[in-house]
């Protein structure tokens, strides 16, 4: 399975916009050139998470984006689905049906087996996305990256925050 660009873009401005403080936003300018993005494609991906109502949007000059809800309520698993939609990543196109050694008008009584173990790996993937809120990555991040990368990161942000 390969996701699109566009889901690790929005985790990651999911994460930089879960620093800002109560009533900013960041456009995204700022966070294309903090990522180093181009800035088109990331509005489309912006765009979808905006559209899932995670982040909320405001237009002029110190507009951009903020989360709408707190990141303790945002999970990997809602921005991912933001970003790739909620289909299952697997689907059974019934191709067993197509065995030249099974009888006319035979007819499965269950799904495929194959089916049913990618729907049960589809399934363990959404529940540990699903379990990883955005609070927890940015713990992980405030403990991983080193503290002046950590500052002057939250300081370039708050200088173009609006």
């Known amino acids: 399975m390969i996701l699109k660009s566009q889901v690790e873009w929005a985790l990651h401005c999911c994460a ?17 050139e903090f990522h180093g993005l181009p800035k088109e494609y990331l509005s489309k991906a912006l765009q979808s998470v905006s559209q899932a109502s995670l982040v909320e949007t405001t237009l002029g000059p110190s507009g951009g984006y903020r ?15 933001a970003v790739e939609g ?19 008008g035979f007819c499965d009584t269950k799904p495929c087996a194959v089916a049913r173990v990618m729907w049960q790996a589809d399934e363990a993937w959404r529940n540990t996305l699903r379990g990883v809120r ?12 080193p503290p002046d990368i950590w500052k002057g990161s939250y300081e370039w942000v708050l200088k173009r925050a609006g």
């Open 134 to 145: 955005l609070s927890d990555l940015v713990e992980t991040l405030g403990e991983e990256v």
């Open 67 to 81: 989360l709408a809800r707190p990141p303790s309520e945002i999970t990997f698993l809602d921005i991912v689905e």
């Open 86 to 104: 909620k289909a299952r990543t697997f689907t059974c196109n019934n191709i067993r049906a197509n065995n030249p050694c099974r009888p006319a």
């Open 16 to 32: 930089i916009l879960a620093g800002l403080p109560e009533g900013r936003y960041l456009s995204t300018k700022a966070l294309a």
